[in-house]
């Protein structure tokens, strides 16, 4: 093995190491998800070298440096004020959802009037328009963090996979028997997963078009799902009020969770996919160990459905959005509740950090969106303006620009 170069990651903090084996470029990471600005960079060192064989003493001059450049950053905490950038009238009918690509440069949204568009951001003009499902567009997703290709998936029971720079349509993904209103690329980019209405999850090739595998398991429709970090994993969340964890390679499933008492509503693993948090219409959340399937904690509190729920980066805080209009900031490895964003007056079916893990993003049927200080509940800002309900807002990785995607059959562009 041949150490080629280092690559900077910011969100999460760590380090990619490029390498060649065999005549095959490769990477690993180093995860460094506890680092703070006072962390010692020596003892942090000393710990890299001794667990990496790749980093020989020549190269720990180096890696001090980048661990001094990811300090830097971390001690770089923005207190922006958003203003409103560009209002687009983006579709005919009401938007599903909005995904911005990695760097933040153009984004998607899909919509009941059966297309999928792609905006610039930095110009607020639409890039293309993908046209051919027979249906509302529901779920939409980037394969990032490359960006060049675009899945879609539509209440015509099929799944698209398409060029972000062409428009081009490579693939149409037959096979399921109802509504597709979820899916994800895994992160090599090799592998779409689709949930569907008909209570299987399917993955498909995106190289050569085939399924890869049908996920057969669950009693009533699939609404959610996420791949772990390395793609080895795959969660589907059900209205059987399960989740299932499958083996991506042999579609066999290796856990059931079970113990949530209504339909599960989101299912997220955390950055290191040692832990899987789940929202649930019984009101509560529920973290499960990944390796063991056991459900290691219950968080209570909320006084309605739990909506979404989101991990920070570093996986050690999480978020739950409920349907009695308020949300909540928990430590995820004590269950201890760190904060309460109260001020919405309608549900909040979505929530999410920034990429630094220090402002909180919640969107409303109110007809608006907030940003919160996580550690206080502070309300920093409210987004105003949107005529209908707000049902999807998502910040750029720079943490920079937001969009916000409504009922009213616009989205808007925040920075």
Request: proline share 2%; hydrophobic share 35%; with cysteine.
């Amino acid at each position: 093995m041949k150490l080629k170069r280092f690559l900077l990651r910011y969100y999460p903090p760590g380090i990619i190491l490029e390498y060649e084996q065999g005549g095959t470029v490769k990477t690993k990471s180093i995860d460094l998800l506890d680092l703070k600005p006072e962390t010692d960079v020596d003892s942090v060192v000393d710990e890299i070298t001794r667990k990496e064989p790749l980093i020989t003493t020549s190269k720990t001059d180096q890696v001090r440096k980048l661990i001094v450049r990811l300090q830097e950053k971390l001690c770089h905490v923005e207190d922006r004020y958003f203003y409103l950038f560009k209002v687009l009238r983006a579709h005919i009918l009401p938007l599903t959802n909005v995904a911005f690509n990695k760097s933040g440069s153009s984004f998607i949204t899909g919509s009941y009037d059966r297309t999928c568009k792609v905006w610039d951001t930095a110009s607020g003009e639409e890039l293309h328009t993908l046209e051919g499902h027979r249906n509302v567009v529901y779920a939409i997703a980037f394969n990032n963090p490359f960006g060049d290709k675009i899945a879609t998936g539509s209440f015509d029971k099929t799944c698209k996979l398409w060029s972000a720079e062409t428009g081009k349509c490579y693939h149409t993904y037959r096979g399921h028997t109802a509504e597709i209103v979820c899916l994800s690329f895994n992160p090599q980019s090799t592998v779409i997963a689709t949930g569907s209405m008909d209570t299987t999850a399917k993955l498909w090739d995106v190289q050569t078009g085939t399924e890869l595998n049908s996920l057969s398991g669950h009693s009533a429709e699939i609404i959610s799902l996420s791949f772990n970090s390395t793609g080895a994993l795959l969660i589907t969340g059900s209205f059987d009020h399960t989740v299932a964890v499958w083996d991506t390679r042999s579609g066999q499933k290796v856990h059931t969770l079970i113990g949530h008492k209504a339909e599960i509503s989101s299912a997220q693993f955390n950055w290191d996919c040692s832990l899987i948090a789940t929202g649930s219409m019984d009101k509560t959340c529920k973290i499960w160990d990944t390796d063991s399937g056991r459900c290691i904690g219950t968080l209570r509190g909320h006084e309605d459905e739990v909506l979404d729920v989101a991990f920070d980066y570093t996986g050690q805080h999480l978020l739950t959005a409920s349907a009695d209009g308020t949300a909540r900031c928990y430590n995820s490895v004590t269950h201890n509740i760190i904060s309460k964003f109260v001020g919405h007056e309608g549900e909040i079916s979505k929530i999410c950090f920034n990429p630094q893990g220090t402002k909180v993003l919640t969107a409303s049927s109110d007809k608006t969106a907030r940003i919160w200080d996580p550690e206080t509940g502070e309300c920093k800002q409210v987004f105003e303006g949107h005529s209908d309900e707000i049902f999807s807002c998502t910040f750029n990785y720079e943490g920079n620009t937001i969009i916000t995607g409504s009922k009213d059959n616009t989205c808007r562009i925040w920075r």
